[in-house]
């Protein structure tokens, strides 16, 4: 089906932060598979995991137990507020399950009534149903009806979600920072008193964390940041650093009712991904990828400003933690993301006419001096 816009380009080779199309040209690939590939392309110790994995076992479904999804899931409940995880295959999957688990935490008290959603404008959270239900983005919506009944989008205001909250609200869905919409940092203040409303009020908050976590931010997760914990958090998109595994992480209260039969996936959690996302976060450890990720923020933000400086009329702002950035721009973003391929550097557009900078979290500094000379020749390129 025609369902994607692609770019007139195919890659055979990756190395690191590159990427080699077919006649050997090379691109820095500060997109990262849309924050995927966070260990970058073709990494050695990827690589050994993946070859023990395939010659031991790829799948066998969730009728037997899986050492390795355990093994995964312990790690997570480690490095997290967690006690529970449910895995599955993507992003959209995770949020639909979160969603899922909220409105089960309700039931089973005997609150059926309660099943409502709350997300927010310039959210994304998937392409299913439920998910454009949530976010109700106009380009994703159309067409689609009857779309899910149950969600509620409002602005990011405190005095906005208050009104808004009432006893048929089961949680409310956030990213604390979100991607799609623009790289947009949602406020500590604000995730706080979102924080201290749930819990006045018996809701549960979910975090969608499917772009932000596992270090884009300088922090394991993007929750750090605010000095608060969320009951859920979903993940994907890093978890596998390529591999197709997404989760829910929960509190063991609010996965009360998620009980045998209620939820599943055939492919969720297989022992070939699970070993996958397990090595990574061991590598997040091993190579010091936040010490890195928070080193070099600063450093990279600080090149763009300077850019900027020189090419006001073209960009006019940049913002986000770690390497997760987004480029306001002036001229259109689809234009310099264009006129960036030409010149052999990989970026993504994001809503509010934002350029989205996402690098391998193992990016170096020399890598970091490529981008900023690349987006330089890129502006310099485009006409005022």
């Known amino acids: 089906?025609?369902?994607?816009?692609?770019?007139?380009?195919?890659?055979?080779?990756?190395?690191?932060?590159?990427?080699?199309?077919?006649?050997?040209?090379?691109?820095?690939?500060?997109?990262?598979?849309?924050?995927?590939?966070?260990?970058?392309?073709?990494?050695?110790?990827?690589?050994?995991?993946?070859s023990k994995s395939i010659n031991d076992i790829w799948h066998v479904s969730n009728l037997y137990s899986i050492t390795e999804q355990e093994e995964l899931a312990?790690?997570?409940?480690?490095?997290?507020?967690?006690?529970?995880?449910?895995?599955?295959?993507?992003?959209?999957?995770?949020?639909?399950?979160?969603?899922?688990?909220?409105?089960?935490?309700?039931?089973?008290?005997?609150?059926?009534?309660r099943n409502e959603i709350i997300a927010f404008e310039g959210?994304?959270?998937?392409?299913?149903l439920a998910t454009i239900a949530a976010s109700l983005n106009e380009k994703h919506i159309e067409g689609f009806d009857p779309l899910p009944d149950g969600f509620k989008k409002i602005a990011i205001d405190e005095s906005d979600l208050e009104e808004n909250v009432s006893n048929k609200t089961a949680a409310i869905l956030i990213e604390p920072i979100q991607g799609e919409g623009g790289v947009n940092v949602v406020s500590k203040d604000f995730l706080s008193f979102a924080r201290e409303l749930c819990n006045k009020n018996g809701i549960l908050m979910i975090m969608d964390e499917v772009q932000c976590g596992l270090g884009?931010?300088?922090?394991?997760?993007?929750?750090?940041?605010?000095?608060?914990?969320?009951?859920?958090?979903?993940?994907?998109?890093?978890l596998g650093a390529g591999l197709p595994i997404g989760a829910v992480l929960s509190t063991k209260e609010a996965a009360e009712g998620m009980t045998q039969g209620v939820h599943g996936s055939t492919f969720g959690g297989n022992p070939l991904c699970s070993s996958i996302a397990s090595r990574v976060l061991d590598l997040i450890k091993e190579e010091n990828i936040l010490s890195n990720?928070?080193?070099?923020?600063?450093?990279?933000?600080?090149?763009?400003?300077?850019?900027?400086?020189?090419?006001?009329?073209?960009?006019?702002?940049?913002?986000?933690?770690?390497?997760?950035?987004?480029?306001?721009?002036?001229?259109?973003?689809?234009?310099?993301?264009?006129?960036?391929?030409?010149?052999?550097?990989?970026?993504?557009?994001?809503?509010?006419n934002v350029i989205r900078v996402l690098p391998p979290l193992n990016t170096n500094k020399n890598e970091i001096d490529e981008f900023l000379k690349l987006l330089s020749i890129t502006l310099e390129n485009l006409s005022d």
């Open 123 to 128: 959210s994304f959270h998937g392409r299913t």
């Open 1 to 50: 089906m025609d369902t994607y816009n692609r770019y007139p380009i195919s890659f055979s080779k990756g190395e690191g932060s590159w990427l080699f199309d077919k006649d050997g040209n090379k691109y820095l690939d500060f997109a990262a598979g849309i924050a995927v590939n966070i260990l970058g392309h073709n990494h050695p110790k990827i690589n050994d995991a993946l």
């Open 293 to 352: 990720v928070s080193s070099l923020s600063e450093y990279l933000i600080s090149g763009i400003n300077k850019i900027i400086e020189e090419h006001h009329n073209k960009i006019s702002s940049v913002r986000g933690h770690g390497f997760m950035i987004g480029i306001k721009c002036k001229s259109e973003n689809t234009v310099i993301a264009n006129e960036a391929l030409k010149n052999g550097l990989l970026v993504v557009t994001a809503a509010d």
């Open 216 to 238: 884009r931010t300088g922090k394991l997760f993007a929750y750090e940041w605010s000095d608060i914990k969320p009951d859920i958090i979903t993940i994907a998109k890093a």
């Open 74 to 113: 312990e790690k997570l409940c480690e490095i997290s507020f967690a006690e529970k995880v449910f895995f599955c295959n993507s992003g959209a999957e995770a949020v639909e399950g979160a969603i899922k688990t909220a409105r089960r935490y309700h039931y089973v008290k005997g609150n059926n009534e």
